[in-house]
């Protein structure tokens, strides 16, 4: 059964996003965005990510700035195995000489010049190869990197390294902003959502022509949100039968996002019908919504309607995660007989 936090369960259902997980390009485009506002530590997580699931120009790119931050971080062991990394990348697929390397970049060669002078990597047609003026990076060199004593030495320094206690107040704070970033950022989120719905339901009443209503009020988003976290948590603690009365009850709700979660919880607890009958209030999905055709789609299978659940994978299949789950239904349902 695939398993989707509540977290991830609301903001997925409220805001019609995919459940897939970031991509290699995003995950490079975050590390970019961080590397320019020189936050070099979040760089360093993005741009490895990128780095590790990327191939072709997003990984070089993602190794560039990776190493450029790595020694900025003063970790000169890391940088070098990141540009012996990169080396190791041109022998398979080459494709530095042509990155669309910005002048955010231009230190690079240069650093690896210094770091790793052999293999040496062509030049990049975007960079300044080669620029008498542009000065050589602060690294570390290993002894056997030093230049001949015919060539002028580059100046080399050593990065200062702050108080024990000093990094760790730093790292504290950093903590704690992070906190606050994050419960700022949930916040927001909160009531996002709760507009959201507020505008499905009022389109809803619009289009069913209905008159003399009362106001929309917050606090009946919140119940619905309060009440798919309880479902949560009780569907978590083995109390399923509990879980499938709260989101049943859920899918007459006239919010078309909570009756899409309420349905993804159904199918979460096994009760496929009930989830087929929810599914089936939600009407036609829209883009962005290819996670709920995959759970329609094993819904519909396990409640024997195999016909559809072949329509509704093969609308899924192109935009989700090939999960071990995920082919194993595709098996069982491409091969089910009506």
Do not use: W
């Not at 290699?24 to 320019?36: E, K, N, V």
């Amino acid at each position: 059964m695939v398993r989707r936090p509540i977290a991830v369960l609301l903001v997925v259902a409220v805001l019609c996003l995919s459940a897939a997980a970031a991509t290699p390009d995003a995950a490079l485009d975050l590390g970019l965005r961080a590397f320019r506002a020189a936050d070099y530590p979040s760089s360093v997580i993005d741009l490895e990510s990128a780095a590790t699931g990327g191939g072709g120009e997003v990984r070089a790119t993602a190794l560039v700035y990776l190493a450029l931050a790595q020694f900025r971080l003063g970790r000169e062991d890391d940088a070098r195995e990141t540009i012996l990394r990169l080396v190791a990348a041109e022998s398979e697929n080459p494709v530095y000489a042509t990155l669309p390397l910005d002048a955010d970049a231009a230190e690079f060669e240069t650093l690896a010049a210094a770091m790793v002078p052999e293999p040496k990597l062509p030049p990049n047609v975007n960079l300044a190869a080669a620029d008498p003026l542009l000065p050589l990076p602060a690294v570390v060199t290993r002894a056997e990197d030093e230049p001949a004593p015919t060539q002028p030495k580059p100046v080399l320094t050593q990065p200062v390294l702050k108080p024990v206690d000093q990094r760790i107040e730093e790292a504290q704070a950093e903590v704690a902003e992070a906190e606050r970033r994050a419960a700022a950022a949930e916040e927001r989120a909160q009531q996002e959502r709760e507009a959201r719905i507020a505008a499905e339901q009022a389109a809803t009443q619009a289009r069913s022509g209905a008159t003399g209503s009362q106001p929309f009020d917050s606090d009946i988003v919140r119940a619905a949100l309060n009440d798919l976290r309880q479902a949560e948590a009780l569907a978590d603690e083995g109390e399923v039968a509990a879980a499938t009365r709260i989101y049943t009850r859920l899918t007459t709700s006239a919010a078309r996002e909570v009756v899409a979660a309420a349905a993804v919880g159904l199918y979460r607890t096994a009760a496929y019908r009930d989830a087929v009958e929810a599914f089936r209030r939600l009407g036609a999905l829209a883009r962005g919504e290819e996670d709920l055709h995959y759970y329609y789609a094993v819904a519909l299978y396990e409640a024997g309607d195999y016909a559809n659940a072949r329509r509704e994978l093969a609308c899924a299949l192109p935009f989700i995660e090939v999960t071990e789950e995920v082919a194993r239904y595709r098996v069982k349902i491409e091969n089910s007989q009506s």
